[in-house]
């Protein structure tokens, strides 16, 4: 299989996963990094045996096929666009972007050049939840009518030595960590027709608790850092999403969907693997028998033990979908969807009312082990 060459733009934490992790997949051939702060850019380069170049080099540089934009996401749209009219691929970090006009521009810009855009979540892919989604289209658990979503902590003050952007408008626990369960859910049961929230905050400010030259700051809070939302989809399934940096402790799961003949229990969607729970009519929960599907296998370290990481998996399989012409999975559809239920779910926020979004999308593509073989080198 000829293989893309990839470059990507912001060197910061995450863009040692994907340099990491691209070996795994023989689509893929990371080539070459850019910063806006050329000596990040080459202590990256160094370290993972790739070139080093300033951004205007990198979008020019005909060794690229595909960049991967890693910036922050207040620049997602600007670097983004600047990638498809460079004539490159461009695959995103989540979120794609913060408004759903950003993501119809980008739609239109990549279409009218004829490239692919795909954005991060991945995770969905990893094999406890495309085992999930096999069971959910066996009919397991019958028709989902119903489900709950948790994602609850107190904040990255307590461990983000510059935290101030996850507070800031464009980010927040929906923007910011509800793209994993928005994704998630959508591959899992469809599109979503509306939404409705509460939305509040429990402080106008946070202290940086992290050691270093700025704790003891306080920063701002001018986003809503606690959020409930109800999410009606196509289906006719209804989903609460609890999403909150402003609790201590709770004992609620990250997923559960309720059908007609049961209950499947869902890991965090924040990563690959996990163990999958099931419930018949009887009411019984036991683990789901493991199948052996690459992206569940652990293959990292955690202080909470062995964990299956395949971030990149989404920019091989665009990358794959390229070579052979296919649709690829973390697609600009299914991005700009996401952004649409989470933006609505800010502004039934604001407003108080139900939001009726205005895009829809297809379910990705099931991920079965011999796919996800398939875009292993």
């Known amino acids: 299989m000829n293989k893309l060459g990839v470059g990507i733009i912001g060197c910061g934490n995450i863009s040692a996963a994907y340099l990491r992790l691209a070996p795994l997949f023989k689509a893929l051939e990371m080539r070459a990094v850019a910063d806006i702060n050329i000596d990040a850019a080459k202590a990256c380069a160094e370290e993972f045996g790739v070139r080093a170049l300033d951004v205007e080099g990198l979008l020019a540089d005909p060794d690229i096929d595909v960049i991967v934009n890693l910036t922050i996401p207040d620049a997602h749209f600007a670097v983004t666009s600047a990638i498809l009219e460079a004539g490159k691929h461009a695959y995103s970090e989540k979120p794609l972007v913060l408004s759903l006009d950003e993501g119809e521009k980008l739609r239109a810009l990549a279409d009218a050049r004829g490239l692919r855009v795909g954005s991060a979540p991945d995770t969905f892919l990893g094999g406890s939840h ?17 489900g709950t979503c948790h994602v609850m902590s107190h904040g990255m003050e307590h461990w983000h030595p510059n935290p101030d952007f996850f507070f800031l408008p464009g980010a927040g626990p929906v923007l910011d960590v509800g793209p994993y369960y928005v994704t998630n859910l959508i591959q899992l049961i ?7 929230a509460l939305t509040s905050s429990a402080t106008p400010t946070r202290t940086i608790q992290t050691e270093g030259p700025r704790q ?3 920063i701002p809070v001018k986003t809503p850092t606690n959020i409930h939302a109800l999410l009606d989809f196509e289906s006719g399934a209804t989903i609460t ?4 940096w402003d609790i201590w402790a709770h004992r609620h799961s990250s997923m559960e969907l309720y059908g007609t003949e049961g209950s499947l229990f869902v890991p965090d969607p924040n990563f690959f693997g996990g163990e999958v729970g099931h419930a018949g009519r009887d009411g019984k929960i036991a683990p789901l028998p493991e199948w052996d599907h690459p992206f569940g296998k652990a293959n990292q370290e955690h202080p909470a033990g062995a964990r299956a990481n395949y971030r990149t998996a989404g920019l091989a399989d665009m990358a794959q979908a390229i070579v052979e012409g ?5 697609s600009l559809d299914l991005a700009i969807h996401a952004v649409d239920v989470m933006t609505s779910i800010l502004k039934s926020g604001e407003t108080g009312n139900f939001v009726e979004l205005t895009t829809s999308c297809e379910r990705p593509a099931a991920l079965s082990p011999d796919d996800a073989l398939r875009l292993m080198g």
């Open 326 to 330: 296919k649709p690829h999975r973390c």
């Open 190 to 196: 469809g599109p979503v027709k509306r939404v409705a």
């Open 130 to 146: 495309q085992l999930a989604r096999a069971r959910i289209d066996e009919g397991l658990v019958g028709d989902i009518v119903a």
């Open 241 to 244: 999403l609890s999403a909150s």
């Open 216 to 218: 003891g700051e306080e």
